[in-house]
Structure formats: C-alpha cells, structure tokens
C-alpha cells in the first residue's frame, strides 16, 4: 500500500479537514467554539454508537481463543507502555518524575476518536475488522492508570491511591457507556441494529466531523497554551511514542494472528494517548502534576499527528507485515 497516497486520501476526508479547521480557528483566535453541552452529547453519541456496532459484530463473530487472548493482550500493553514512555520521558525531557509519570499513563491509555478514525478509515478503504476490538478498546483504559500511579511510587514522587480513584478509574462515564452500548449491540444483534440503524449509521461520520472540529480548537488552544511548559524533548516524545506504540502493537497483533483490520486497531490503541478517562483519574489520584503538560501532549501533539499522519502510516506497515 502506498503510504503517501493512502495519507494524502486521509488528509482530504471530511473527517480530518473538520479537526483541522478547528485546529486553524483555536490558534488564529477565532471565537469559533462548541456549547460544552453539545460537545458532550455528541461524545455520548459516539461511544453509544461505536460500542453497540462492536457489540453486534462480536455477536456475529462469537467468543473464542483469539478474542480471550486479544483482550488480555490489550491490557497487559496498557500496563507495560506506560513503563517505557517513562523511560524514553526520563530521557529525552526535563520533565520531573512526578509530571513524566503522568504523562506516561495516558500513553497507555487509548483515544477512543482516533479508535473511532481508525474503523472509518478501514471501512473507506473495505477492509473488516473485528467488531470485539471495541471491547479491547475499553479494557485498555484503566491498567495504564495503576501502572502510572506504580511509577510515582517508585520515583518517591508522592501519589497515592486516594479513596475515590477507584470508582474513578472503574465507573468513568465513558467506559461505562462503552461497555453497555457493546453488551446491549452483542444482546440484541443484528435485529437491534436495524431497529436503530437510522440513528447509529446515517448520521455516525456528521456527527464524528463536528466532533472533530470540537477537538481541533480544544488542540490548537492547549498548544498556545503549553508552548511554555514543554521542552523540544517532551515535543519530540509526542511524535516518537505513538510510532513505537504501534511498533509494539504491530508485533503483538502478528503474534495473535489478527487479521489486517483488527491489527490496525491494535497498533492505533498502542499508539494513542487518553485525553478523556485519565485525566479525570489524574485529577484525582496526582493533583500536583501539570495538566498543561499532559494535556498539551496527548491532545495537542500527539492526537494530530495519529489523526493526519499516524493512521496511514500504521496502515501501511500493517499492511507490509501481514498482507492486505
């Protein structure tokens, strides 16, 4: 697969060219902006829709070795990449152990509007993808969490499993929603689909181009904001980390055995970093890290980068490694 006209293909859809607008208005100073009420519903939407579809394949796939595997795959990565982003931080960036350990479990963690990118993507290019990979996406959400709270530990750094990050990390808004639109698809099958077809399909890529247009201001706006928190090295890690992540991702998949869809979602959860779950969990469980930097990394460097440039790369190599 050509990697350079699958990008150039990526960076023409309505879905990108949304974000990027957003992008131009948040660093232009546009008062462009998005009812916080309405940035939420549409967020409500999306999980409800992409976890009931998943829902519903998997009904049609049916529970096997490989989806056992997978899921546990998805959350011993979740553990470990934070441990290695916190290296490669430690190295490159002058950030303190404390900020780094932070930093390190949201690229553990996964970005469920690349997750949901990523399957548009794949269904404009006709390529399957296994619907329980929804459910992988959700497994992946919290390890990254307690692998970043080990770190703080270790480093001396303070951070303690305060009394309310449990119920945090475990009944977080979006897993929850996640997790029930995925069991109600996989309850009621293809027969509940079509009972909501017309609100779950037709208007699924609108309501993402919106979404993403929300995303690119809230980007653009932390980038003007944390110009001055961020070093050239934890700039950089913004850029190298998702690549290794689906390095990672890549090999685990072709050890699995998944097919080229489902080894796409695998390297793009191993490659992207949460800007919705773990940072409410930080706010809870490390108040004194920076959020600007956390923040300004996952949404503002590293989110773009998947969304433009990442995906069809990661396609690419997929497609090299296991065949299209």
């Not at 963690?109 to 990979?133: R, W």
């Not at 998944?258 to 919705?276: E, F, K, N, R, T």
């Amino acid at each position: 697969m050509d990697i350079f006209s699958l990008a150039a293909e990526t960076l023409v859809t309505p879905i990108v060219l949304s974000f990027v607008l957003g992008l131009f208005a948040a660093l232009v100073r546009s008062d462009l902006s998005i009812p916080e009420a309405i940035a939420k519903g549409m967020s409500l939407y999306l999980l409800f829709a992409i976890g009931f579809k998943g829902g519903v394949s998997l009904a049609d796939h049916g529970i096997d070795l490989t989806l056992g595997l997978t899921l546990l795959t998805g959350v011993i990565l979740s553990a470990l990449i934070p441990l290695i982003a916190y290296a490669i931080l430690r190295v490159l960036s002058g950030l303190s152990a404390l900020d780094a350990a932070a930093v390190s479990g949201h690229y553990g963690s996964i970005s469920i509007v690349t997750f949901v990118a990523s399957t548009s993507v794949l269904e404009s290019q006709g390529i399957a993808y296994d619907g329980y990979m929804v459910a992988v996406a959700a497994a992946m959400e919290a390890p990254a969490i307690l692998s970043a709270l080990w770190l703080v530990t270790r480093s001396k750094g303070g951070g303690t499993m305060e009394p309310g990050l449990w119920r945090e990390i475990m009944l977080n808004g979006s897993i929850v929603l996640l997790i029930g639109a995925f069991l109600i698809g996989m309850i009621t099958g293809e027969e509940g689909l079509k009972e909501i077809a017309p609100l779950v399909i037709a208007p699924f890529k609108g309501v993402l181009c919106l979404f993403l247009l929300d995303m690119g201001i809230i980007a653009g706006r932390g980038l003007r904001k944390g110009r001055g928190v961020l070093d050239a090295g934890a700039l950089a890690f913004g850029i190298i980390m998702p690549i290794l992540g689906s390095l990672i991702g890549l090999g685990t998949a072709v050890l699995l055995g998944l097919p080229l869809g489902s080894a796409l979602l695998l390297m793009v959860l191993s490659a992207s970093a949460s800007y919705i779950a773990v940072p409410a969990a930080m706010r809870v469980a490390l108040p004194e890290a920076n959020p600007s930097i956390y923040l300004t990394l996952s949404l503002g460097v590293t989110f773009p980068f998947n969304l433009v440039l990442g995906i069809p790369l990661y396609l690419a190599l997929a497609t090299a490694a296991i065949g299209g």
